[in-house]
């Protein structure tokens, strides 16, 4: 099938789960944030199972071909795997700046970094069990879980980011063997820092898919729309994913008004557009969409492009999230009988 639909990872939390003024109030977590849930810890887990249920069926009743569990347990979407790694301590965090240049608490590297236990594994298993469509999961990447920890052991940030991508492949192995169709590495500071990137990123996200049997996905992004207002229309990092062993790269367009000619360079992928502006509270037209795909139709060829949000949604009211998704899907049908496939 031309053009299916997915989201990139997040679906809103429902306000009964979590507190979404403190949600909104402060920067991403990276470190464990329970004070942002409002069930209390005995009944947090049964909460989350039926809030991530709701997601799924509300990503189905929109139409989407390839659902997630909508990160629906995470307080952010690195934090539920980067704080679960042994050698990093929890109860003594670091200092780090953000990508919106304000300091934010992060896990501090104390020991090699390794993998204890599977972490999403029953995050996917739950969401099989709970949906005929095609399923993706999350992770956050190597190079991304290095930029948010602060580095109190390794010599050299190489090596780190090295052990980090031994420990995500280990847990994407794990995800295929439990039967995702899709796994995701999320990796939105080589966007912010390509020097790094360039310098050992790739190297490491590589790594992260040594081995890898299905379908991967790099999505790299400037930011969620509510961090970041202003977006440039270029990125600093996307053509050097042409050498990465993943099948396909997310990418945002809409917000951005992207110039689509980048995407020549990445030829052999095929490209999860992003074309939903998560800035912009009206809910945009299936037209709409549809011309911001066919910008990129103009450099990549039909049968590789993927509908997507720009990025995670997890900041927007949910009924502006589930119309921007059903007009997704609407554009998608437009598209596919412009193609000879309606």
């Given at each position: 099938m031309l053009f299916p639909t997915t989201i990139v990872g997040s679906y809103p939390q429902p306000?009964?789960?979590?507190?979404?003024?403190?949600?909104t109030g402060r920067l991403p977590p990276r470190v464990r944030a329970s004070e942002l849930w409002r069930v209390p810890e005995p009944y947090l887990a049964q909460a989350q199972d039926d809030a991530t249920l709701l997601a799924i069926r509300w990503q189905e009743e929109?139409?989407?071909d390839i659902v997630s569990d909508g990160e629906i347990r995470r307080e952010s979407y690195s934090n539920r795997f980067a704080t679960a790694l042994e050698g990093v301590d929890l109860d003594n965090p670091g200092v780090m700046m953000g990508r919106a240049g304000l300091p934010n608490p992060v896990p501090r590297i104390v020991g090699r970094i390794r993998r204890m236990r599977p972490v999403e594994v029953q995050d996917l298993k739950f969401l099989k069990a709970h949906t005929t469509r095609r399923t993706k999961i999350t992770v956050p990447?190597?190079?991304?879980?290095?930029?948010q920890a602060q580095n109190d052991f390794y010599p050299g940030e190489a090596e780190a980011a090295m052990d980090y991508a031994a420990a995500l492949n280990e847990?994407?192995?794990?995800?295929?063997?439990?039967?995702?169709?899709?796994?995701?590495?999320?990796?939105?500071?080589?966007?912010?820092?390509?020097?790094?990137?360039?310098?050992?990123?790739?190297?490491?996200?590589n790594r992260a898919l040594e081995g890898v049997q299905g379908t991967t996905c790099v999505h790299i992004c400037f930011g969620y729309a509510f961090v970041t207002h202003e977006k440039p229309?270029?990125?600093?990092?996307?053509p050097e994913l042409a050498g990465c062993r993943c099948g396909q790269v997310s990418i945002e367009t809409a917000q951005s008004k992207l110039d689509t000619r980048v995407l020549r360079e990445l030829k052999g992928k095929q490209v999860l557009v992003g074309c939903l502006d998560l800035n912009d509270m009206n809910v945009e037209t299936p037209e709409i969409v549809a011309d911001r795909v066919r910008r990129a139709l103009e450099h990549v060829a039909p049968e590789n492009v993927i509908l997507a949000p720009d990025c995670g949604m997890k900041y927007l009211p949910r009924e502006v999230a589930q119309g921007k998704l059903v007009a997704m899907v609407a554009a998608a049908r437009m598209l596919r009988a412009e193609f000879g496939q309606g």
């Open positions: 306000d009964w789960l979590i507190d979404r003024q403190k949600l929109a139409g989407l990447g190597p190079f991304t879980m290095l930029q847990e994407i192995k794990d995800l295929f063997a439990a039967g995702a169709d899709v796994v995701q590495i999320d990796e939105p500071y080589m966007q912010a820092r390509p020097e790094k990137a360039r310098e050992y990123g790739l190297q490491a996200l229309n270029g990125y600093s990092f996307l």
